[in-house]
């Protein structure tokens, strides 16, 4: 079964997502295991690792020769592969920019810089933007990339197939080898197909299901990909650090899910993002009034978000991650007293909402955000506040260290949903969910009627969900993970099982599971940020003799 992998334009097709060669062989007993040469498969993804576009995202021009080339080298693959001639025989000029492989900045293999070279890096930047010069910026976050040309052949009918196989291999061996990763050839019988009887294909097919496996073949794949995050992150980070240095702002991403990688962000998009930004500002500084414009918005956080631009009730500038070209025109509507005058009224309704839950003695009081500052939530505050001095909740404790409910619901916590929904509650949070066209006393009966069921459930879920988090913990001490998560739509006891099992193969799987990142989940996958994915009832491969 093929999977596509699609990232920035680019499209890998292949039947796994291969990685280097396996550190030990197909049996995971290493003491009689028989050398194999990488596939060519798991070259490929290492090349593509080093050709990736994220890799240029601040350097368009060889981002453009690689994603031509890249383009080039796909279809001639294919052509190879499908033994489909593309007319006739062509030869094609590919060049390639790539990150030089090089060794670790010092001998315990750390692969982040120096403090002192953090520093330095830290200082050019900042003296380029004091400066005000977007070249000089560059400069400082410049990269070094090495170039590689290789001519390839386009696939003939005309032509012997092996001979042209065994030239297409030569070249690409040529191709790894000028950057680093080999000389000693590959096996590409899983990509044009293998001489093996059909016994030992069936045998090799059955192994790709097992958890060494897929491990063996992804996870320093997945370590390079950590790698490229880390030091597109560090990027980002810089960017940031300088948008605040001159202009003080500070930057928050709250994109919606379509935007994000599997619930997470990924580098380029908050590189990209910071960036566009930083671009408007300088171009904004030169034109005329431009310097009070931005003397406006100093100071403000900007928030990306998939709502329309605008300020919203917090003071805040929300900025649409994707309608770029109105960014400025927001800018322009930004009142210096007004985004005061906001910042004011939201600090006084969460210090409101902070007394009116520790005078009805539950954990929080809170609206969703759309509401939250709305004329309609703060007269419902004022409601509340008005019904408890009269009485409508019950009596009002004498201690100051008491409330209402604090003997029985002290972990309560009350949401005012702006939409006019049924009453509702939230089991797995401790939330009792109730509209904004509550009153006092409605708000009273409910918290009486369902506070106690929603508190007593939500107590009996988090001890379950803290027992499952002790254990996730343990094995993430013990693998050495980055981070382990898992897919929200597995019950706790499969995640459980998963855990228990991955456990018990400690010994075998430590040196795949050190220093990465591990989502649990129904199949296995590699994510572009490097996640590994394994099935939460994964198998191991049974040992021979």
Not at 152 to 172: A, G, M
Not at 202 to 218: C, G, H, V
Not at 426 to 446: A, C, K, M, Y
Request: charged letters at 25%.
């Amino acid at each position: 079964m093929h999977r596509a992998l699609l990232t920035n334009g680019f499209i890998y097709r292949f039947s796994r997502l291969q990685g280097f060669a396996p550190l030990v062989g197909r049996s995971w007993s290493t003491s009689e295991a028989p050398e194999k040469k990488p596939s060519l498969k798991s070259l490929l993804m290492r090349f593509y690792l080093m050709v990736h576009p994220d890799v240029f995202t601040s350097h368009p021009k060889e981002k453009d020769v690689n994603t031509r080339s890249f383009q080039l080298l796909q279809a001639v693959l294919d052509e190879f592969k499908e033994q489909r001639p593309s007319g006739s025989p062509t030869i094609h000029q590919l060049e390639f920019y790539y990150r030089p492989r090089t060794k670790p900045p010092n001998q315990e293999g750390d692969r982040k810089p120096s403090l002192s070279t953090e520093r330095q890096q830290m200082s050019r930047v900042v003296e380029a933007v004091t400066g005000g010069s977007t070249a000089a910026t560059d400069e400082a976050l410049r990269v070094e990339f090495s170039k590689v040309a290789v001519r390839l052949k386009s696939f003939s009918s005309r032509e012997d197939v092996n001979v042209q196989r065994r030239e297409f291999e030569r070249t690409l061996a040529g191709l790894f080898a000028t950057c680093g990763l080999g000389e000693g050839g590959f096996d590409s019988s899983k990509v044009f197909g293998s001489t093996d009887g059909p016994a030992t294909a069936a045998a090799d097919e059955a192994d790709d299901d097992d958890l060494l496996s897929f491990l063996q073949e992804n996870a320093i794949i997945a370590r390079e990909r950590i790698t490229i995050g880390e030091t597109g992150g560090r990027g980002a980070d810089l960017v940031a650090t300088c948008l605040y240095i001159q202009h003080r702002l500070r930057t928050v991403f709250e994109l919606p899910a379509q935007a994000l990688q599997d619930g997470v962000l990924h580098f380029s998009t908050r590189l990209q993002l910071l960036q566009t930004l930083q671009t408007l500002l300088e171009e904004t500084a030169m034109t005329d009034g431009g310097r009070g414009l931005l003397d406006n918005i100093n100071g403000m956080t900007v928030a990306f978000t998939g709502s329309p631009s605008r300020v919203d009730g917090s003071g805040r500038l929300c900025l649409q991650y994707k309608d770029h070209a109105n960014w400025r025109a927001v800018m322009k509507t930004v009142d210096p007293m007004s985004v005061i005058t906001l910042k004011s009224v939201h600090k006084h309704r969460q210090d409101h909402e902070a007394e009116l839950a520790k005078k009805l003695g539950i954990s929080l009081i809170y609206a969703d955000y759309d509401g939250q500052n709305s004329p309609e939530y703060l007269g419902l505050l004022q409601q509340i506040d008005s019904a408890i001095g009269r009485g409508v909740f019950g009596p009002v404790p004498t201690t100051l260290d008491k409330g209402i409910f604090s003997d029985t619901l002290p972990d309560l916590k009350l949401r005012i949903a702006r939409a006019p929904k049924p009453i509702e509650s939230d089991e797995e949070h401790g939330v009792l969910v109730v509209p904004f066209q509550v009153t006092p006393e409605q708000l009273r009966q409910t918290i009486i009627e369902q506070g106690a069921n929603v508190v007593s459930r939500h107590r009996l879920i988090k001890a379950e969900n803290d027992k499952l988090a002790k254990l996730v913990l343990d094995v993430k001490r013990r693998f050495r993970i980055l981070r382990l998560n898992w897919d929200k739509r597995l019950s706790n006891m499969r995640v459980s099982a998963c855990c228990a099992k991955l456990l018990s193969f400690q010994d075998d799987l430590v040196p795949f599971l050190s220093s990465v990142n591990v989502m649990i989940g129904h199949e296995y996958g590699l994510e572009d940020d490097g996640t590994l994915i394994i099935k939460w009832d994964f198998d191991m491969p049974r040992k021979r003799s």
